[in-house]
C-alpha cells in the first residue's frame, strides 16, 4: 500500500471527506462476529495483510495531508489540545524517534531519516519539510519534539508515564478524539482516565489490561480496535466543542443515513519507550460511511446485527441511542439474513 495521492478534503463545513474504493478495504472492520461486548482485546501489533491498515505499524494512508491540516487549524484554535508536564522530555524524544524510524521505514518515497550521531535529518515530502537538528537538544527543533512529530503524524497520540504501578496521562496531542479531553485528562492515572466508562469495570476489564501494559517490552508493541460513530466525517469531536456537533446527532433521518452516519474505528497501538520507560498510546482513526460500509456486503450484513446487540449504556456511552434503530433500520434493507463467518 504506498499512498502517492492524497485527497483534498475536509472534516468540517462541507464535509467533502470520503475514502477511495482502495481505502474501503483499507479500512479495519472491527467486528468478527454478530455481537459485541467490551473485553481485554489486546493482540501483538506485527504487520499485516499487504493494503490493510495492518501493513505497517504506523499507517499513512490517503487522508494524511487533510489530516494534518485539520489538526494545525484545532491546534491554532485551542492550544490546549497539546499538553507535556516537563518530566516527559525524555519521553518526547523516544516518541519522535519511534514516529520517524516507523514511517521512513514503511514509506521511504514519502519520508527520510538520516542519523550521523546525534546530528538528524529528517525529510517529509508530503508536507514539504526538510530539518536538521540535534537529537536531545530542544533549542534545534521548532516546536517541543512531541509537538512538532504529532503535527506530521495520523493519530492521535498519549505519552504515559510509569510509576507507582500505574500509568499516568503526561502529555499528549489530541485533536480527533470521540468526545474526551486531554486538558481534563492530562496528570490523571489509568483507572481515573477511564472512569467514564460503563460496565467494563465491573467485567474487571480495566485491571487486566493495566496489568498486561506494566509489563510491556521494547519492540513488542501491541494493539487494540475500539470504534464508534459519528454524525458527518467530523475528526474534531472534543467536549470543548460539543456544541458544533453534538446537534448533529438529532439530524439523522432514513433518507441520509448513508452520507450522514459514519463507523468510526480506532486501531489503537501501544509501545514500550526505550530511555524513558514511558508508553506510546496512538489512537488511528479511521471513518467510513454507511453508504462505503455497504459495498462490502459481509460489513453490511454484520454491522445492523452489531448495532442491534449492544447493552444499552453501551450504546448510551458512546451516543449512539438517538439514531441507532434509524440506522439499524437503513442497514437492513442490506442483511439479506445470510449466516456470516466468524472472523472479518
Ligand atoms: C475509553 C484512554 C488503554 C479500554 C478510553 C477513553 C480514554 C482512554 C481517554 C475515553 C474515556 C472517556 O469517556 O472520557 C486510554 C489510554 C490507554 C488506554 C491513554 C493507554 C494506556 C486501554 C486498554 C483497554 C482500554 C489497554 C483494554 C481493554 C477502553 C474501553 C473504553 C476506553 C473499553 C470505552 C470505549 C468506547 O466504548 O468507545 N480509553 N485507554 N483502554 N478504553 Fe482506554
Not at 83 to 99: N, S
Not at 156 to 170: K, S, T, Y
Not at 219 to 236: A, E, F, Q, S
Request: proline fraction near 9%; glycine fraction near 6%.
Amino acid at each position: 500500500h504506498r499512498p502517492e495521492t492524497f485527497r483534498d478534503e475536509t472534516f468540517r463545513g462541507d464535509f467533502s471527506y470520503a475514502n477511495s474504493p482502495g481505502n474501503i478495504r483499507h479500512f479495519p472492520f472491527p467486528f468478527h462476529e454478530d455481537h459485541y461486548r467490551y473485553s481485554v482485546n489486546i493482540e501483538p501489533h506485527v504487520p499485516g495483510l499487504p493494503g490493510s491498515a495492518f501493513e505497517h505499524l504506523i499507517d499513512v494512508d490517503e487522508h494524511y495531508l487533510a489530516e494534518m491540516a485539520d489538526r494545525a487549524q484545532v491546534l491554532a484554535e485551542d492550544p490546549l489540545r497539546y499538553q507535556a508536564l516537563p518530566h516527559m522530555m525524555l519521553a518526547q524524544w523516544d516518541t519522535l524517534e519511534l514516529l520517524m524510524e516507523e514511517q521512513a521505514r514503511a514509506y521511504p518515497h514519502l519520508f527520510t531519516l538520516e542519523r550521523n550521531g546525534d546530528q538528524w535529518r529528517w525529510i517529509n515530502r508530503p508536507l514539504g519539510i526538510d530539518d536538521t537538528f540535534t537529537f536531545g537538544d530542544p533549542s534545534t527543533l521548532p516546536r517541543e519534539p512531541l509537538d512538532y512529530i504529532c503535527r506530521q503524524t495520523q493519530g492521535d497520540i498519549a505519552l504515559m508515564d510509569q510509576r507507582e504501578g500505574n500509568l499516568w496521562m503526561d502529555a499528549g496531542m489530541i485533536t480527533a478524539q470521540a468526545d474526551w479531553s486531554l486538558d481534563f485528562d492530562v496528570g490523571m492515572n489509568f483507572h481515573e482516565w477511564h472512569a467514564p466508562v460503563p460496565l467494563a469495570p465491573q467485567m474487571g476489564v480495566f485491571d487486566r489490561a493495566l496489568k498486561y501494559l506494566l509489563n510491556l517490552q521494547v519492540g513488542k508493541p501491541v494493539r487494540r480496535l475500539n470504534w464508534t460513530m459519528t454524525i458527518n466525517p467530523r475528526l474534531d469531536t472534543s467536549p470543548e466543542t460539543y456544541p458544533k456537533w453534538g446537534p448533529d446527532r438529532t439530524t439523522v433521518t432514513p433518507e441520509n443515513v448513508g452520507q450522514k452516519v459514519h463507523l468510526r474505528v480506532e486501531l489503537q497501538s501501544l509501545w514500550r519507550l526505550p530511555r524513558s520507560n514511558g508508553m506510546l498510546f496512538v489512537i488511528r482513526g479511521y471513518m467510513m460511511r454507511m453508504d462505503e460500509v455497504v459495498t462490502v456486503p459481509k460489513w453490511g450484513r454484520r454491522l445492523p446485527r452489531v448495532l442491534e446487540s449492544l447493552p444499552p449504556e453501551l450504546a448510551e456511552y458512546k451516543g449512539l441511542s438517538r439514531y441507532r434503530q434509524t440506522t439499524i433500520d437503513w442497514l437492513k434493507r442490506h442483511d439479506d439474513g445470510a449466516p456470516t463467518s466468524p472472523g472479518i
